[in-house]
């Protein structure tokens, strides 16, 4: 497929003529954390950001933590419904059209060996190399309206990449600085659960059996709401977000007025038009569908396609959708010639992964309530009221309401893969009515597959997925190495399992289906100039030989990785947001051509108002709690 060439009959998306805007600063694809942090950061430097979601709003404030709802709050379990109903599978190989149980007078094929083609079902899918969970979140915030919010740092020398390979310490400090301004604009917390009792018990059964392992309290983007309160607020790309919806006057710490926002939802951005004969490229347009006009006003005469005009464009759509629309710009990714992104969607990562789930050993329960007057003041007052309130009852010691454990094991170069010992809603694994849910401890070990070129994830010409976009195909298979990795982690998470308690049937040590970890990784990759031959982007996030198109996400980071990777993403995005910013503000696109290739460190200043509590754009986490209406 040719790429896609500016066309003068298209129309400019009228949010031009409403804005008063003939070409934005900043056009973002995606509206996810990632998407957020870009927009946020160039907002607030004074420029203008148009930003388009294919998806619609779906919580009551853009892109909040749907888990804080009280429902969901009160009964962890049912949120596994929500994050089921927020997940549409990527590739399903084609299926037989012959059921056997079926009444056999009903219709059948006239040849049996055809297949079933519909529901997303994609016909160059094979069923042994497919990632058959991995699943896309449309919507405003993305994945992270349903995600767990464990944000750990990657491990150095394994899964975190390197920007200065050249100096260790210059590279430190670069992720220092990127890691602490991304800890606080997401707000991750190692303490908010400090004051449960099954996560100290948790914690101590697992320092005591590995000492040397580094056991500690999971990271996570919440916090608590009060003290002592059994709630959390989750955080999410609402908090990226924070006020931009609501105070679009605001000024920064320089009293620069921040720049003009807006979010089209049901809004798709089909593809990117190159201004024609321009080297190194120029994208001169993005193609965008309005998915509400096609639908409410099928007027055949009303065209629901326009054009979105930008000085630059950020392609923050996922993992999977971020290469989907470079590829339905015909600049590869697809199974014809390699296109000009030769390396679209090639070099994948994945994290296969285990699971199991336990009721804690008898002892570890008994202890709850022995030698109170040893414990902590607060453990000590909390069973000795439950005790007396529903002691006659209730035949455990833990309160109703005491928080879950949110314990991790880090990665090591001993024991490469991460893990979450906790007890929190995916996909699967509800506890359900079968065993009281506070004795139950759920296991999650991610291990980490290097990115080789044969493992790549394809997008069709010929066929489309429900949103009209190319329906990508994976062909992935773990490398001898990692395979052999995953078997030992197996056995590391029994043996974690086994200090922990007795498994509960159905929930016996298992690997999940390839894609579950919904961490794909290295779809749109960054590399040196010394990697053009595997790479997309350099490490501004800035694709190879062009002056205006840049990716963010977890599709960017080359390494492998098994720790969840959304804030080693954001770091990447607020490296990538300045090299915008410097662009704009000097007036000069400068390409990404790989032997002039110069990264530089981001500077501590434009990252200062995440280290200055009286800076204006200082994340403020609780403003995020809502009243009633
Ligand atoms: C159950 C679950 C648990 C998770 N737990 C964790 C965790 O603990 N820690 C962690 O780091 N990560 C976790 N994740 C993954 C995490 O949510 C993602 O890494 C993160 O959301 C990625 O951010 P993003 O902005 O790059 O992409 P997304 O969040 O996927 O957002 C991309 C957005 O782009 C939109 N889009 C797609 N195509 C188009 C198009 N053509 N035009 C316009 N818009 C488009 C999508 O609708 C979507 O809203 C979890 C995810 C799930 C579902």
């Not at 059921?99 to 994609?122: C, E, F, H, Y």
């Not at 394809?458 to 490398?479: C, H, K, L």
């Not at 002056?547 to 990447?572: D, E, H, K, Q, R």
Request: charged letters at 20%.
């Amino acid at each position: 497929m040719p790429p896609a060439l500016l066309n003068t009959d298209t129309k400019l998306h009228p949010v031009h003529q409403e804005s008063g805007i003939p070409e934005f600063d900043v056009f973002i694809a995606g509206s996810g954390p990632i998407g957020a942090t870009f927009a946020r950061l160039l907002v607030n430097a004074g420029h203008n950001v148009i930003m388009t979601e294919i998806g619609d709003q779906d919580t009551r404030v853009p892109a909040a933590h749907k888990k804080n709802e009280i429902e969901y709050q009160k009964d962890i379990d049912r949120f596994v419904k929500v994050i089921q109903g927020a997940l549409s599978t990527v590739s399903i190989p084609t299926s037989s059209t012959v059921v056997p149980t079926l009444d056999p007078s009903a219709w059948v094929a006239n040849d049996p060996k055809q297949m079933i083609i519909t529901n997303g079902r994609n016909t160059f899918q094979a069923e042994h190399n497919n990632l058959g969970a991995e699943a896309v979140t449309r919507g405003v915030g993305g994945m992270s309206t349903h995600w767990t919010c464990a944000t750990p740092e990657f491990l150095k020398g394994i899964e975190r990449p390197k920007i200065f390979p050249d100096s260790e310490a210059k590279d430190d400090e670069e992720w220092k600085l990127l890691y602490q301004a991304a800890r606080t604009l997401i707000g991750t917390s190692e303490h908010e659960f400090d004051h449960s009792i099954r996560h100290n018990v948790v914690l101590k059964a697992l320092q005591e059996a590995y000492p040397d392992r580094g056991v500690k309290a999971l990271p996570l983007a919440c916090h608590r709401i009060a003290e002592g309160s059994p709630y959390v607020q989750w955080h999410s790309a609402e908090n990226v977000f924070e006020d931009m919806f609501t105070d679009p006057n605001k000024k920064n710490a320089d009293g620069m007025k921040r720049g003009f926002f807006r979010l089209l939802t049901n809004t798709r951005c089909t593809r990117f038009a190159l201004e024609a004969n321009t080297h190194p490229y120029k994208i001169g347009a993005a193609e965008v569908k309005d998915l509400l006009l096609d639908r409410l006003f099928p007027d055949p005469s009303l065209t629901p396609n326009f054009y979105i005009r930008a000085k630059v464009y950020i392609t923050a759509a996922g993992a999977v959708a971020t290469p989907q629309i470079l590829a339905k710009s015909g600049f590869g990714g697809n199974r014809g010639s390699d296109g000009i992104i030769p390396n679209l969607g090639t070099h994948i990562t994945e994290q296969p992964m285990t699971f199991c789930q336990i009721v804690l050993r008898q002892n570890l329960v008994d202890d709850i309530a022995k030698n109170l007057p040893q414990k902590p003041d607060w453990w000590r007052k909390a069973v000795e009221h439950h005790i007396a309130a529903h002691g006659k009852t209730d035949p455990l010691p833990i309160p109703f309401h005491d928080p879950e454990p949110q314990v991790t094991i880090p990665a090591s170069k001993d024991f490469p893969w991460h893990t979450q010992i906790h007890r929190d809603a995916f996909s699967y694994g509800e506890v359900g009515p079968r065993v009281d849910s506070r004795v139950v401890v759920d296991l999650r070990f991610f291990a980490m597959q290097p990115g080789v070129r044969k493992n790549r994830i394809v997008f069709e010409d010929d066929i489309s997925d429900a949103y009209g976009m190319p329906q990508p195909t994976f062909e992935y298979t773990p490398s001898r190495e990692a395979a052999l990795a995953a078997t030992r982690m197996m056995n590391d998470m029994t043996d974690v399992a086994n200090k922990l308690g007795g498994y509960l049937p159905d929930s016996n040590p298992q690997f999940m289906t390839p894609g579950l970890a919904l961490h794909l990784g290295g779809t749109v990759r960054a590399g040196h100039g010394s990697e053009l031959d595997e790479s997309v982007a350099n490490y501004n996030s800035q694709v190879w030989h062009f002056s205006n198109l840049y990716v963010g996400g977890n599709g960017v980071i080359p390494t492998p990785f098994g720790a969840n990777p959304t804030l080693t993403s954001i770091c990447m995005a607020m490296r990538s947001a300045y090299k915008i910013h410097q662009d704009l503000k000097a007036k000069n696109l400068t390409p990404a051509l790989p032997d002039k290739d110069v990264i530089t460190p981001t500077p501590k200043e434009w990252l200062a108002w995440a280290f200055n509590k009286d800076d204006p754009n200082f994340p403020n986490h609780n403003r995020t709690l809502h009243r009633h209406v």
